[in-house]
């Protein structure tokens, strides 16, 4: 390990209190940044793998202290949720970038055009490191956003400058201290701060800006990269339709779903907002619901496997949700097992609730939930689901359960969002060799594996001519003639 650079101690345990961080820190690191990339503007490959076996190390040794500080982040996370949706995902993008990074550097051969091909010209692509991106982290996620956007960044040979958010503050200030221990400055740096930092972060001319979290901030991000004409990538969220389909069986339809949903209490960019029941198997799937969620968690309030929400912001959030929907007239059903009172309780746990038929007025219809809520809307035809998909903004992601190739391809061909899973909820994202990203307003740009690396790279069309110089040996160069003047009508042609 490298020794440790300097960094913004964050010693107080509240968000609120995270404090800014001044311009001139950031517009030096950058500096240091760009001056190191242009000594080096094209890592070799060994030092890319070195970088990202840093990475992987990282993980893996300080793994514990990890899941400590994302607990006391949350206030409620096992270990368990933090170890598989944070590390493990996170160590299988950098071990699949390893596997691959070496035919990823290769020049790609494209095709020269006739007649310059037979006389030995060659077109090629050089994929050429950015320089120094900046990476804009959420809070749901800390860790894996970090490390799957690092496993992009460094393999394609770029320096990065990361701002995670400042509502895990635990987690932020462990990962500074950990990579200034793995990593100069001039490769990778953590900076901590407030959302002040946030903003003057994203003001800053990166040769590439990615940025995970809201629309509404997503849109404040672009707008502050327009000025230096930064390229921003934008994995942003939406609300996720489910449909289920009347040929798929209601049981493991129930048990995906919901194990899917309590996932980080909902609290997953991906998590499904809203889901299209058959009208006549509602009631039956709302039961079901219930009997997944008892065997997963028997209890809430006092379950180490049940997240927390993050902060009493987004615990107030919810529950005014729910409120609004009640006070419209919607069924909202609990399901936790135990029907303990929660609203007033300290641990910020808000049980899974089922909101049946809400309306288009209800905020639940109208905000990304993201959080322990998830509505079911009863449907007779799977077209009328479609056309609801289609009049609203596009979706990060879209899940079906159906066998039914035909309904598959339906579904697939007339409606449009970031990514897809079939018969499963949020699988695509661990899939490396998928692309990842939005799409309209649920985001720009794709992440992961392949794409990922062109993301960050500099695609630089090289062209080498042959070995005749063709205009002047076929008569193309003035002054022109007869022979030119009838060679030229004959190229312009249908």
């Given at each position: 390990?490298?020794?440790?650079?300097?960094?913004?101690?964050?010693?107080?345990?509240?968000?609120?209190?995270?404090?800014?961080?001044?311009?001139?820190?950031?517009?030096?690191?950058?500096?240091?940044?760009?001056?190191?990339?242009?000594?080096?503007?094209?890592?070799?490959?060994?030092?890319?793998?070195?970088?990202?076996?840093?990475?992987?190390?990282?993980?893996?040794?300080?793994?514990?202290?990890?899941?400590?500080?994302?607990?006391?982040?949350?206030?409620?996370?096992?270990?368990?949720?933090?170890?598989?949706?944070?590390?493990?995902?996170?160590?299988?993008?950098?071990?699949?970038?390893?596997?691959?990074?070496?035919?990823?550097?290769?020049?790609?051969?494209?095709?020269?055009?006739?007649?310059?091909?037979?006389?030995?010209?060659?077109?090629?692509?050089?994929?050429?490191?950015?320089?120094?991106?900046?990476?804009?982290?959420?809070?749901?996620?800390?860790?894996?956003?970090?490390?799957?956007?690092?496993?992009?960044?460094?393999?394609?040979?770029?320096?990065?400058?990361?701002?995670?958010?400042?509502?895990?503050?635990?987690?932020?200030?462990?990962?500074?201290?950990?990579?200034?221990?793995?990593?100069?400055?001039?490769?990778?740096?953590?900076?901590?701060?407030?959302?002040?930092?946030?903003?003057?972060?994203?003001?800053?001319?990166?040769?590439?800006?990615i940025f995970t979290g809201s629309t509404a901030i997503g849109a404040k991000v672009m707008a502050s990269a327009a000025a230096n004409l930064t390229p921003v990538t934008l994995e942003l969220?939406?609300?996720?339709?489910?449909?289920?389909?009347?040929?798929?069986?209601?049981d493991d339809a129930a048990d995906k779903l919901m194990a899917a949903k309590a996932m980080n209490a909902g609290q997953i960019c991906i998590s499904p907002d809203f889901c299209f029941v058959?009208?006549?198997?509602?009631?039956?799937?709302?039961?079901?619901?219930?009997?997944?969620?008892?065997?997963?968690?028997?209890?809430?309030?006092?379950?180490?496997?049940?997240?927390?929400?993050?902060?009493?912001?987004?615990?107030?959030?919810?529950?005014?949700?729910?409120?609004?929907?009640?006070?419209?007239?919607?069924?909202?059903?609990?399901?936790?097992?135990?029907?303990?009172?929660?609203?007033?309780?300290?641990?910020?746990?808000?049980?899974?609730?089922?909101?049946?038929?809400?309306?288009?007025?209800?905020?639940?219809?109208?905000?990304?939930?993201?959080?322990?809520?998830?509505?079911?809307?009863?449907?007779?035809?799977?077209?009328?689901?479609?056309?609801?998909?289609?009049?609203?903004?596009?979706?990060?992601?879209?899940?079906?359960?159906?066998?039914?190739?035909?309904?598959?391809?339906?579904?697939?061909?007339n409606t449009m969002a970031g990514a897809m899973t079939i018969n499963d909820i949020a699988v695509h994202y661990a899939c490396d060799d998928l692309p990842f990203g939005g799409v309209g307003?649920?985001?720009?740009?794709?992440?992961?594996?392949?794409?990922?690396?062109?993301?960050?790279?500099?695609?630089?069309?090289?062209?080498?001519?042959?070995?005749?110089?063709?205009?002047?040996?076929?008569?193309?160069?003035?002054?022109?003639?007869?022979?030119?003047?009838?060679?030229?009508?004959?190229?312009?042609?249908?």
């Open positions: 390990m490298l020794a440790s650079a300097e960094v913004v101690p964050i010693e107080s345990k509240s968000p609120q209190s995270v404090y800014p961080v001044p311009t001139e820190k950031l517009t030096a690191l950058l500096n240091k940044q760009r001056l190191a990339h242009s000594a080096i503007p094209y890592p070799d490959y060994e030092t890319r793998i070195k970088r990202l076996d840093r990475c992987i190390d990282l993980l893996v040794t300080h793994q514990d202290e990890i899941c400590e500080a994302v607990n006391r982040d949350f206030g409620c996370r096992s270990a368990h949720v933090t170890r598989m949706s944070d590390l493990f995902v996170s160590l299988q993008s950098l071990k699949f970038t390893k596997k691959r990074l070496k035919q990823w550097m290769k020049v790609e051969r494209r095709s020269a055009p006739f007649p310059m091909n037979l006389i030995g010209a060659r077109s090629e692509i050089h994929y050429q490191p950015k320089g120094v991106i900046g990476i804009m982290t959420p809070w749901n996620v800390p860790v894996n956003p970090i490390f799957s956007q690092l496993a992009d960044v460094l393999a394609a040979g770029n320096r990065a400058m990361i701002k995670p958010s400042e509502f895990t503050p635990h987690t932020s200030e462990l990962l500074e201290k950990l990579i200034s221990e793995y990593f100069f400055d001039e490769e990778v740096v953590v900076i901590n701060g407030d959302a002040e930092t946030g903003a003057v972060f994203s003001q800053l001319p990166f040769d590439h800006l969220g939406g609300k996720s339709p489910v449909i289920i389909a009347d040929d798929y069986d209601l058959p009208e006549s198997s509602l009631d039956v799937f709302v039961d079901k619901c219930r009997q997944v969620i008892c065997k997963l968690y028997p209890t809430v309030q006092d379950n180490p496997d049940f997240v927390s929400v993050i902060n009493e912001r987004h615990f107030d959030r919810i529950n005014r949700y729910l409120d609004d929907a009640k006070s419209k007239g919607a069924r909202v059903i609990s399901l936790d097992p135990t029907q303990t009172e929660w609203a007033h309780t300290s641990g910020q746990k808000i049980p899974l609730h089922l909101v049946i038929n809400p309306s288009e007025d209800m905020l639940v219809m109208q905000e990304e939930l993201f959080g322990p809520i998830l509505c079911l809307r009863s449907y007779k035809a799977f077209e009328d689901c479609i056309a609801d998909i289609n009049n609203r903004p596009n979706p990060l992601a879209l899940y079906l359960f159906s066998n039914s190739k035909a309904v598959q391809r339906k579904l697939i061909n307003k649920s985001g720009m740009g794709q992440i992961h594996g392949w794409e990922g690396f062109k993301t960050f790279s500099h695609a630089k069309s090289v062209f080498k001519q042959g070995f005749l110089n063709l205009p002047k040996v076929s008569g193309m160069l003035p002054p022109y003639g007869d022979k030119f003047d009838k060679l030229s009508r004959g190229l312009v042609k249908k």
